[in-house]
């Protein structure tokens, strides 16, 4: 009876390791998506820029982009992630980055998403407040199999911010012109005021020149 206890014993765990096993198999097949990602000004890459990655209440992870501006990221799959992208002295920009409605067969695939990003230098004349929000989102499509940016979303985000720009830049120059309009007109009063006191000289020293002139010839006629 305890060799048959025993037997039974021994079957039951060994069925148990195999069912961990085949479970720690299976979830190593399952890839994360790599990141590549590229930060630049204009055409200078920007090394020393900040990379955060946001998702959900978890603690934020952070990589220092390296000398020739690039960052890798591995993101899990069915989560929503947020990457914001910063430099000192530059203006923050932030991507939403969704790696659900992934199918479970296409899990076991290695995927991948490379870009490049630009962040521009911040001027206290012009606001950004519009790239608060994401200036783009990453979405997976599944008609590619692919990840993509979600093209309706990118193109609304991108057209608001460059109707936003305009504005400002419009703005900027009408304040331009009205303080050239100012300056103007400032100049204008200075050079009328200088010809009405070289003008006001004139002729103070015209009444003085006959004063003095009437002065000399009564003096003349008081001496004969």
Not at 24 to 36: F, G, L, T
Not at 95 to 101: C, E, G, L, V, Y
Request: glycine share 2%; with cysteine; net charge neutral.
């Amino acid at each position: 009876m305890p060799t048959q206890l025993n037997t039974a014993n021994l079957k039951l765990f060994c069925l148990c390791i195999i069912l961990l096993l085949a479970s720690a198999v299976q979830s190593q097949d399952y890839y994360s998506i790599e990141v590549i990602g590229y930060v630049k000004n204009d055409t200078r890459k920007l090394k020393g820029s900040v990379i955060t990655l946001y998702s959900g209440s978890k603690q934020p992870d952070t990589v220092i982009v390296t000398p020739d501006g690039k960052f890798i990221l591995n993101l899990d799959f069915d989560k929503e992630y947020t990457i914001e992208l910063a430099k000192e002295g530059f203006v923050s920009k932030k991507i939403d980055f969704s790696t659900k409605n992934v199918p479970e067969k296409d899990k076991k695939e290695p995927f991948g998403f490379e870009f490049e990003i630009a962040l521009f230098e911040q001027m206290e004349e012009v606001s950004t407040s519009v790239l608060k929000k994401p200036v783009a989102r990453v979405i997976y499509n599944p008609k590619k199999r692919i990840f993509d940016y979600d093209d309706i979303y990118t193109e609304k985000q991108q057209l608001k911010f460059h109707n936003e720009i305009q504005q400002q830049l419009k703005n900027l120059k009408r304040d331009l012109q009205n303080e050239i309009s100012k300056k103007d007109s400032l100049m204008r009063e200075i050079a009328h005021i200088k010809t009405e006191a070289e003008k006001h000289a004139k002729q103070i020293v015209e009444s003085a020149t006959q004063q003095a002139d009437s002065i000399l010839i009564t003096a003349r006629l008081s001496s004969n």
